[in-house]
């Protein structure tokens, strides 16, 4: 599912192209920010690479994109203000981990103190 074909009807592959409205806080070639539609906290920011990939599951080797959405999400989160005070960076894969958007993306989560929990 990381070809540029399964984009067909994925929602932040429309999002990137600006086929459908976002709040963006961050773009580049690569990479795009904004902010989730449904935020668990004061600040949830959802950073996810420009071309489809399905899940991070499919990136084991691809460093260099790994890396960039990684890179993004700590900037976002710095701007966002969260440094300090802390935040959350968090990818959901599968059934299991409870992914509901099959299009690679980063939640960070910050602006106020995040339960312990992780499931
Ligand atoms: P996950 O369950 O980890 O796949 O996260 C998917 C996230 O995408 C959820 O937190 C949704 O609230 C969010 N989401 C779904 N549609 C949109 C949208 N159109 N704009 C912004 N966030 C969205």
Known sequence: M???ASDTGCIFCAIARGDI???GVYADDHVIAFRDISPQAPSHVLVAPRRHV?????????????????AA??????SENLAESGYRLA??????GAQS??????????????????G
């Open 91 to 96: 990818t959901n894969h599968g059934r299991d």
């Open 73 to 78: 999400a700590v900037a976002v989160a710095q």
């Open 2 to 4: 990381s070809s540029d």
């Open 21 to 23: 409205p976002s709040d």
């Open 54 to 70: 399905a899940s991070i599951d499919e990136l084991r080797d691809d460093r260099e994109l790994l890396g960039r959405v990684l």
């Open 101 to 118: 958007v099959a299009h690679w993306h980063v939640h960070v989560l910050g602006g106020r103190a995040l339960s312990g929990r992780l």
